[in-house]
């Protein structure tokens, strides 16, 4: 009989539970196929016992030091406690205490992305609100496109893994595999599209408007009635390929012009509710960091989700723009989050 180097955990409980059950050393190891030595080995370690853990003493350090350690946190919001701790002139800390430290008077987060705002964005933020502000926002049609990779946003794939146990092993791509570029509309409570970009496809000018041309206008605006295209307003956001004359021009041809054709302010996106959606729809095709083989996986993936945004979602979602407007008003054209 061979000698083996270590105990299963089901062997552990089964030699528990033969000798509760009155067998004896020689017995059990015949039972499990074992050298009768490791049975012996195993309950001799068990009889010892564990050796209690001492807890070390905590690095001592003041109360001075430790305002000091506050006030740099403040001023240094993204530093490491090494950083932190230097900036105070405080040596030879460990890394466990100075963790310890912060965590009694900080949170690790991570920081908010947000687009840059200066004094011009500012005031055309604010003059966009003071325009639409008794605008029925139930007519406006806002658009956007989103890109959605196969491997998801990084950061994401995260959870609670079991002690003993090893996190599940992700896929490590460059660019995340890919992605699959997705444009809609929301109007009041209704979803148009989703529709797919061809992949490939560089949007500018010209394929913009063809895009347009072949998914939006024939697949949905064509369908509407007379009195709807007159009081629908049309929203898109400043990317290159909306804002050319080329795009505005043939919008205007589409009968897509001047007040139909909603004003954007500059680094907005905040503003823009069908964000909202998309972060919906990303929440539900990356849980619990979900991966994709493929590109028409995730397109099937986000066509999926998109069918489960009920309507009031979506109402609740173009029903927040008053609200949103106020809050431009309310902090001088400053940024609102979403």
């Known amino acids: 009989m061979g000698q083996k180097k270590d105990l299963t955990g089901s062997e552990r409980s089964k030699i528990v539970r033969y000798l509760a059950e009155g067998c004896s050393c020689l017995k059990t190891a015949k039972l499990l196929k074992r050298d009768h030595r490791t049975i012996k080995r195993f309950i001799q370690n068990s009889q010892q016992g564990r050796k209690k853990r001492v807890d070390k003493p905590r690095c001592k350090i003041t109360a001075h030091e430790?305002?000091?350690?506050?006030?740099?946190?403040a001023k240094m919001p993204?530093?490491?406690?090494?950083a932190i701790c230097q900036s105070c002139n405080i040596t030879g800390v460990p890394k466990s205490t100075r963790c310890a430290i912060l965590r009694d008077m900080a949170k690790v987060r991570k920081a908010e992305r947000r687009p840059p705002l200066n004094k011009t964005h500012k005031l055309k933020r604010q003059d966009w609100a003071k325009k639409y502000l008794k605008t029925d926002f139930s007519k406006v049609l806002w658009t956007d496109e989103m890109?959605?990779?196969?491997?998801?946003?990084?950061?994401?794939?995260?959870?609670?893994?079991?002690?003993?146990?090893r996190a599940p092993v992700r896929l490590r791509r460059q660019q995340g595999g890919g992605g699959v570029l997705v444009w809609a509309g929301i109007i009041?409570?209704?979803?148009?599209?989703?529709?797919?970009?061809?992949?490939g496809v560089k949007l500018n000018s010209?394929?913009?408007?063809?895009?347009?041309?072949?998914?939006f206008f024939k697949q949905w605006y064509r369908k509407k009635s007379a009195s709807f295209k007159k009081n629908m307003i049309f929203m898109q956001d400043n990317a290159p390929s909306h804002a050319s004359k080329y795009s505005t021009a043939w919008l205007a041809r589409k009968g897509i012009k001047e007040e139909k054709l909603m004003t954007w302010p500059p680094c907005s996106p905040d503003l823009n509710p069908i964000e909202n959606l998309w972060s919906i729809?990303?929440?539900?095709?990356?849980?619990?960091?979900?991966?994709y083989t493929s590109l028409n996986s995730v397109w099937e993936a986000v066509v999926a989700a998109a069918r489960n945004v009920d309507g009031e979602q979506i109402k609740t979602l173009t029903e927040s723009m008053d609200g949103r407007l106020l809050s431009v008003l309310a902090k001088k054209g400053g940024y609102i989050g979403r």
Request: glycine share 10%; net charge positive; hydrophobic share 30%.
């Open 66 to 73: 430790l305002r000091k350690v506050k006030r740099a946190a």
């Open 281 to 291: 729809i990303k929440c539900e095709i990356y849980k619990e960091g979900k991966q």
């Open 147 to 165: 890109r959605v990779s196969l491997d998801g946003p990084d950061g994401w794939a995260r959870g609670w893994i079991g002690k003993g146990q």
């Open 206 to 215: 010209q394929s913009y408007c063809q895009f347009l041309e072949d998914t």
């Open 188 to 199: 009041k409570d209704e979803l148009v599209g989703p529709f797919r970009v061809e992949d």
């Open 78 to 82: 993204l530093a490491t406690s090494l």
